[in-house]
């Protein structure tokens, strides 16, 4: 009996919106795939992005701020014995505001998704990756320094940068591609009017409801998946798409964080 080949798919967290919502898009158009398993909390968004793929789509709704979530994940991986050609961990949150003036919670969801769903999601689908397979990490520019406003969602984009920098070298002799995608803001994602939704006190009282005051030369998702995709083809362990990520990458190598840190508080009141 001729042994079935096993299916090539791709794996996009967080697809319902911004990055992860074209990341399926462009994928579907630049891979050779059978299939696309898309995972975020909203199974009707979820479904949404059929419209949007050439290939055909399994939507996994499921939490993964919740352990259970990757027990479900494993159990489908495992019956069907797909050919993960390529990762997307796009999954993430972020709020703006002074660190204390955040809630517990959602300082614990910040580290909790941006951090281990991202780890337990690679470790759980990296046995079923092969040589020439993509891993895409969304991690930020905020993740290059210390970030006044943007403390804790800062410290997780920085633990999760040098987390796949180390990883894209202990695959590399496996042919597994790794890459870190550090964007600047992205402005037709919903992270912005998310993050803002959280006052900081001290300035609403002057009539500001966030920490961060503009958002000056934000970029769009498609181009930054557009280079992102490129990236990952070449097998770079870090993409910054456009000028203004580049030189805040360059800024955070030559400037020390002392200098950052105060010169960012200023702009961020502008």
Known sequence: MKKQTAKKIAIVTGASSGLGREFVKQIAKSRQL????????????????????????????????EKSAF??????????H?????????????????????????????????????????????????????????????????????????????????????????????????????PYWVKDTEFIPVAKETDYAPIAKEGDKSAIKNFWFAGHAKYIVRQALR???????????GPVAKAERLVSWVLPDCVIIPVWDILRRL
């Open 231 to 241: 990236a990952s083809r070449l097998n770079l362990w870090v993409c910054s798409p």
């Open 34 to 65: 059978d299939e696309i398993w898309v995972i975020a909390r909203r199974r009707d968004r979820l479904e949404e992005v059929r419209r949007l793929s050439k290939v055909a789509l399994r939507t996994i709704p499921l939490d993964l701020t």
């Open 82 to 182: 797909p050919d993960v050609r390529m990762l997307v961990n796009a999954a993430g949150v972020g709020k703006i505001g002074m660190t204390t003036e955040l809630s517990l919670q959602e300082n614990d969801q910040m580290i909790d998704l941006n951090c281990r769903a991202a780890v337990d999601m690679c470790l759980t689908v990296l046995p079923h990756m092969s040589r020439s397979s993509e891993l895409i990490n969304i991690c930020s520019v905020a993740g290059f320094q210390p970030l006044t406003g943007l403390n804790t969602y800062a410290a997780t984009k920085a633990f999760l940068l040098s987390w796949t920098k180390a990883l894209h070298h202990e695959l590399l002799l496996k042919g597994i591609k790794v890459t870190a995608l550090c």
């Open 71 to 80: 027990d479900v994940l494993r159990h489908a991986l495992e019956e069907s």
